[in-house]
């Protein structure tokens, strides 16, 4: 891999996207799960792309990952041409640059709270000392100081997915990558979570979400719509008037930098 160093890749997009084609199977039965898609997405910014089923929402959400691959066409994340890079390089890409958060949460079973958050450090070579210290700093942040010694199935849906976000957080990375992170939530913890995700991206970092609702794509300031893999739409938006007060508990620990 030959990233451009930090410093030529300081104001580069995070999401620089030309011309992506994905297309599956061959002949009669060919797919465009996504027909030509041009995205760019500077730092900071807040993108929900919406679309109904089918229309390659996941495919997109893949290719900008590091998941998958496009068929033709060029993606730079963070500045860096991940075409052509091997397996071994864009896991590496994936763990520097991306903090993902999956609508089941992928949390790891029988494991700790804490130890889940260290791990993508552990990937990263961070040693134990500094693992700790800042898994603990990203658990408070989302709220979950108190339940670091908890396991998945100690934690309610909601902190489950808090867990997730401090894990997707923990690296710094260039960009939180979110397939419909609130899916499997009821409407209190969707509110928690988004509110998390709304200060998060306040505070600087760059946040893409897929989302079939509305009320998800409401947070975001930019909203792009995919039908049959093409953006039909893509259009900013108001900014959400301050948290509503159920956002008080978890997120405002977030302002107030502290522990709950
Ligand atoms: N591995 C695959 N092989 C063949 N076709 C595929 C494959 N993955 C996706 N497709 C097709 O590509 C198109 C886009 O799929 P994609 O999963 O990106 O849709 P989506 O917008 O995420 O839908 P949903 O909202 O249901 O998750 C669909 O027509 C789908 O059938
Ligand atoms: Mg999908």
Redesign the pocket.
């Given at each position: 891999m030959s990233p451009a160093p930090d410093t030529a890749t300081a104001t580069a997009p995070v999401i620089a996207a030309r011309r992506l084609v994905?297309t599956?199977?061959i002949g009669d039965a060919v797919?465009h799960?996504l027909a030509g898609v041009d995205l760019t997405v500077q730092q900071g910014d807040y993108v929900a792309i919406m679309?109904?089923?089918?229309?390659?929402?996941?495919?997109?959400?893949n290719i900008l990952g590091c998941l998958d691959v496009p068929t033709t066409g060029r993606y730079l994340l963070d500045g860096i041409d991940v075409g052509g890079l091997d397996e071994r390089q864009l896991s590496l890409v994936r763990n520097r640059k991306i903090g993902f958060i999956f609508q089941s949460f992928n949390l790891v079973p029988r494991t700790n709270a804490l130890a889940q958050v260290e791990l993508p450090l552990a990937y990263a070579g961070v040693k134990a000392a500094e693992r700790r210290r800042r898994a603990m700093a990203a658990l408070t942040m989302v709220g979950l100081a108190d339940r670091a010694e908890h396991k998945p199935n100690e934690l309610s849906g909601g902190q489950q997915q808090r867990v997730a976000v401090a894990r997707a957080l923990v690296t710094s990375p260039a960009m939180l990558l979110a397939d419909e992170p609130t899916g499997n939530l009821d409407s209190h913890s969707t509110k928690e979570v988004l509110g998390i995700v709304d200060r998060l991206n306040d505070s600087g970092r760059t946040v893409v979400l897929?989302t079939?609702e509305d009320e998800v794509a409401h947070h975001a300031k930019r909203v792009i719509r995919?039908v049959d893999?093409l953006i039909v739409s893509d259009e900013r938006q108001a900014p959400v008037e301050g948290p509503p007060p159920a956002m008080a508990g978890a997120a405002g620990a977030l302002t107030r930098g502290g522990v709950r």
């Open positions: 994905k599956y199977g797919v799960a679309g109904s089923s089918g229309s390659g929402k996941s495919t997109l959400m897929i079939h995919l893999g």
